[in-house]
């Protein structure tokens, strides 16, 4: 020892480069050990992002300026530092981004993150606030659709997303099949009584909300044991950054051999949901003592696992009709909602009951403004909550004199089952926040933001729906759109890019709502995704203008030439490109199917070969989106299992959502997706069975059985699923 210490006096060269590490080290440990414990978990969103530039951000939380409960910020940059002062940990990761993405040097997306940070900080200052005190994110449904695979990595990047955008009232739905197991398991279910309850899954947030059982089933052990770990760090990680995690509560639906074991209880089966042949589910009334007993402890091992929360969900009556008496109606509706509040309240005192307001614009002939307000009646204002989330769609909050008093925030699916158009209405979201904030019947609006069902798609939407909170809608769309493709593409973002992306907000952002995804009551968002069918020379056309999409097209084609290879701006032409060539081809289908039909067999075959070159094509071209890739998803779902046996179970329940779906009704190809391996995969053999058989019989002058072509599609469609 001290040999070696002596050769260090010796060697004074190396004594120095000693020293200088160490003095580095002891800096960078400083540098680490300034970070205040209240901004811990805000510093650690912005070095995840900008890694070690993030010791040049000072931030600070302080008391609120104002009365109320909303969030503001404060930024500005001094000697190099980026000072930021916000209401919290969410608001300083909004200033944070909003900052980088203002000077063009970050952008951040589910398709990848641009980073070009400048050597030092240009001169800016900015404040903001917003009227909402909450920003909602997640549908109940989106895990299903998307995150039933997500590992940890996966949902620290999303909840780093959220921060960044100021989401502070995130759907939190994962490891709850834990609670549930252990609380039937409390009243005598057995394993195998379970395992013929639980739903697979990638079908979970239909078995949570009462509208099915069992579907693709059973549930491996694992499944409960993975996700009670994983939702233990969500939920950890969202607290730590001041989030306010949506958990579930009981909302009365009961497994079928509870309702067997307990014949005494006042238990109604339910009717099928949505026409499909489903399994039946139980439903408990609200008048049962039963009821308050099986809620209160399932939120009492619920708090046990992941901690006290302050925000339930529990929706009853998700796309069905509550079992009510048509003399008694209106009571029996306000005991279903004094009883699902109570239970909360007994259990997580002060905490507030979320409900998805889905079901009032779902179902507007059952709820009146009568039933609604009976059923929110013995509810205090300040302790439930609407999500009125489709407004895209409807006018709930309107239509229902804004929820009596209620809580509740406005938003927008604009999602539905990860299917993925290129669409959103960019201006329309603007007015329509203005219009809601000057509204002087809005009520006790409280929140603001988005619910979808999928993810990985139309970035664009998410980024400016939730800067319109901040902004009030009073910065003009076109301000906003050059300060956004600065940031995605860099600062050499062109004039003639410029000009593309308005003629996208003329051409298919300026859809609001993608209505021909379900068209003749059957689901898929183009011709080519549905089930095939004559019928389709009935087709009126898919909404957009798609002379102005071609202009934009041919725009961002010659302009991406200049851009490298790993660009966004390589993302978003593929993301064009196969949404017009999807267009192009319905309509290709639809004058194939006329062709057949009057028997011009040359026109037909003509149209055929181009409709299969085209998909082909389009398939081979989503090679540079692998977010968009059939073969990631289920290889993802595959390897989410630990045994062969598992990950055959997940894989096709992988394969089945996006395809088949389940039951016999309506719901295949709802959840279909412009993804790589479906075009060449799926879709286009199912029509190119159709097709021929079409041809055959228009060349052999023997009538066409539709019905029987269908039912072989149907029967290819379910070995497709089970192919592993």
Known sequence: ?????????????????????????????????????????????????????????????????????????????????????????????????????????????????????????????????????????????????????????????????????????????????????????????????????????????????????????????????????????????????????????????????????????????????????????????????????????????????????????????????????????????????????????????????????????????????????????????????????ANDRYKVWDNQEAFYGKQWTYGYVHNYGGSNPVYGDLNFYKDELTSLLKNPHKGNVVGYGAMPEGLNNNSVVYEYIYDLPWTKGEQPVNDWLTKYLNARYGQASSKPVFQAWELLLQSVYNVKYWETRWWNDWAGAYLLFKRPTVTITDFKGNPGDKIKLKEALDILSKEAKKYNKTNLIQYDLIDVSRHYNSLAIDEELMECVKAYQKKDIAKGDQLFKQIEKQVLDTDKMMSGQPLNNVEQWVKSASDYGSTTSVSKLYAKNAKTLITLWGGEGHLNDYASRSWQGMYKGFYWPRWKMFLEALKNSAVNNTPFDETKERESIKNWEIKWTENN
């Not at 780093?160 to 989401?167: P, Q, S, V």
């Not at 950054?241 to 006042?266: I, Q």
């Not at 009492?300 to 901690?307: A, S």
């Not at 079901?359 to 013995?378: H, M, P, R, V, Y």
Request: hydrophobic share 40%; with cysteine; net charge neutral.
């Open 1 to 389: 020892m001290k040999s070696e210490n002596f050769k260090i006096e010796k060697n004074d060269s190396l004594k120095m480069a000693v020293m200088a590490f160490m003095l580095l080290f002891l800096g960078s440990f400083k540098a680490h050990c300034q970070v205040d414990e209240k901004t811990k978990s805000a510093f650690g969103v912005i070095e995840r992002l900008v890694g070690n530039r993030a010791n040049e951000f000072e931030l600070n939380i302080a008391e609120n300026k104002t009365n109320n409960k909303s969030d503001w910020f404060e930024i500005e940059t001094a000697n190099n530092k980026v000072k930021i002062k916000a209401s919290n940990n969410t608001a300083v990761c909004y200033a944070a981004y909003n900052f980088l993405r203002d000077i063009g040097a970050v952008l951040v997306s589910w398709e990848g993150n641009r980073i070009n940070l400048p050597k030092t900080w240009p001169k800016y200052a900015k404040k903001g606030d917003t009227p909402f005190e909450y920003r909602e994110y997640l549908n109940a449904c989106t895990f299903g659709y998307t995150t039933p695979w997500w590992d940890w990595k996966r949902w620290e990047q999303e909840i780093d997303w959220m921060a960044l955008h100021g989401i502070n009232l995130p759907t939190a739905m994962e490891g709850q099949e834990a609670v549930w197991q252990e609380l039937w398991k409390e009243y005598g279910l057995t394993n195998s009584q379970l395992e013929s309850h639980f739903a697979g899954p990638a079908y979970l947030p239909w078995q949570r909300m009462g509208n099915i059982n069992s579907l693709e089933g059973p549930l491996p052990q694992e499944w409960f044991v993975k996700k009670e770990a994983l939702q233990k760090k969500i939920l950890e990680r969202m607290r730590a950054l001041d989030m306010h995690p949506v958990v579930p509560a009981f909302s009365g639906y009961v497994p079928k051999a509870f309702a067997e074991k307990h014949p005494e209880a006042k238990i109604t089966e339910l009717k099928s949901w949505s026409g499909g042949g489903f399994a039946s589910t139980f439903l408990l009334d609200s008048k049962d003592p039963l009821f308050k007993k099986l809620g209160k402890r399932f939120i009492e091992i619920y708090t046990k696992m992941y901690g006290k929360s302050n925000f339930y969900l529990a929706d009853s009556f998700n796309e069905i009709e509550p079992p009510v008496s048509e003399h008694n109606k209106y009571e029996e509706l306000s005991n279903y909602g004094s009883a699902v509040y109570e239970t909360i309240n007994e259990a997580a005192p002060g905490a507030v009951w979320v409900m998805q307001g889905w079901l009032f614009g779902d179902n507007k002939e059952f709820w009146t403004k009568e039933a609604t307000s009976a059923f929110l009646s013995k509810v205090p204002n300040e302790k439930v909550m609407v999500q009125d989330y």
